[in-house]
């Protein structure tokens, strides 16, 4: 896994000399980079493959099952696992939607929590943590309530001494849809509550996944006033494999990739919005 100061020059390296290209999030460290390197993916050789490893694609309980084309547009992405409830409507008609990334040096699964770490060098990442583990919590919302219209946000701080960016972000969204969400990011030194990774809520009632790294679901509604646990479909750390079979499948089987690159560019312009509105203090 590369700094995303170098997601460019490696990139474009590796397609010019006519490589497939599995990328890891996010495209680069800013916009203009990222929009640089689509340009150079854009004139690859045919039947080479560039792919953005963005695994919350995959993650079993956001249900991705891939995207529909249209001629000359992309369509619309159909989600499986909370879609299924959503459109058997178990909670009604969907208005809003809230996502929670949060995680513990403390207490996380993975082993990246050092002082040296480039992860916390803002140079490196481009920011804190909306531009790193912030986007795979950005990416369900987009694929559940569709593109951004725009955000108002806040970040901060939180304790942990050698991270120069934010390590807590808060915002509010307004998507093209009509309707709108919440998104909070919380990266502490701290011991933390499991609080749910995501909330999806309806006119009838509610879907929340659980805020565990190894998965699980919950549907309420009038049928199930207590909650009705759907178990774990794999969870975050299930979203790996399909997505390298995904991969695999494009390069040795010739298919699409199920998320195309270019929607890789909705995450960081996320992020770049939110960072502008806390300048600003403004939508």
């Known amino acids: 896994m590369l700094p995303h100061d170098v997601h460019e020059t ?20 800013n916009v203009d980079a990222a929009r640089r390197i689509l340009d150079e993916a854009s004139r690859i050789q045919p039947r080479r493959v560039f792919m953005v490893g963005e695994n919350a694609s995959y993650w079993p309980e956001v249900g991705f099952s891939g995207w529909r084309f249209r001629v000359g547009e992309m369509y619309a992405w159909q989600v499986v696992k909370a879609e ?16 929670h990334y949060w995680e513990s040096e403390a207490q996380s699964p993975f082993a990246m929590f050092d002082a040296d770490n480039w992860r916390y060098k803002v140079e490196r990442v481009g920011g804190g943590i909306l531009m790193d583990g912030c986007s795979h919590w950005i990416r369900p919302l987009r694929i559940w309530m ?8 806040i970040t901060s701080r939180d304790s942990i001494k050698s991270m120069e960016g934010e390590s807590l972000v808060r915002a509010l969204i307004r998507f093209k849809s009509g309707k709108f969400g919440q998104f909070s990011g919380t990266l502490t030194s701290a011991f933390v509550s499991k609080q749910p990774f995501f909330h999806i809520f309806g006119t009838k009632g509610e879907i929340t996944i659980d805020g565990d790294f190894f998965g699980g679901m919950t549907l309420f509604n009038q ?20 997505e390298i079979e995904d991969f695999l499948d494009a390069v040795l089987r010739g298919t699409r990739p199920k998320a195309p690159a270019e929607f890789a560019l909705g995450e960081l312009q996320t992020a770049a919005a939110i960072y502008q509105s806390t300048k600003t203090r403004r939508w």
């Open 10 to 29: 490696a990139a474009v390296r590796c397609l010019r000399a006519g490589k497939h290209v599995l990328l890891e999030k996010p495209l680069a460290h």
């Open 84 to 99: 299924e409830l959503i459109s058997d409507g178990c909670i009604g008609d969907v208005h809003m939607a809230k996502a």
């Open 146 to 153: 569709g593109e951004i219209d725009e955000v108002v946000g």
């Open 223 to 242: 049928e199930h006033p207590k909650g009705l646990k759907l178990g774990s479909q794999g969870g975050f750390m299930g979203s790996f494999k399909p």
